[in-house]
């Protein structure tokens, strides 16, 4: 469910996953260990909420490729 504040639309957790292309639980780990940043917002209880902008850099990592180092 999208939330709507001073005419920003906000995305839960389980929404940016979804449209970032990632589980939650990956993005959690991601976040404790320091791979991607956690949300720049919170709400009133302290949820996540997630711009285009936050979504946008999860969907970078999501697509991140790094190539093999032959030997």
Not at 19 to 40: C, H, M, P, Q, Y
Not at 56 to 68: G, T
């Amino acid at each position: 469910m999208t939330v709507t504040i001073n005419d920003q639309t906000y995305y839960r957790t389980p929404e940016a996953c979804e449209i970032a292309g990632v589980s939650k639980s990956t993005f959690l780990r991601w976040v404790n260990e320091g791979v991607i940043e956690d949300a720049s917002h919170y709400d009133r209880r302290g949820w996540r909420l997630f711009t285009d902008e936050d979504i946008s850099r999860i969907k970078a990592e999501v697509n991140r490729i790094e190539a093999k180092k032959l030997k």
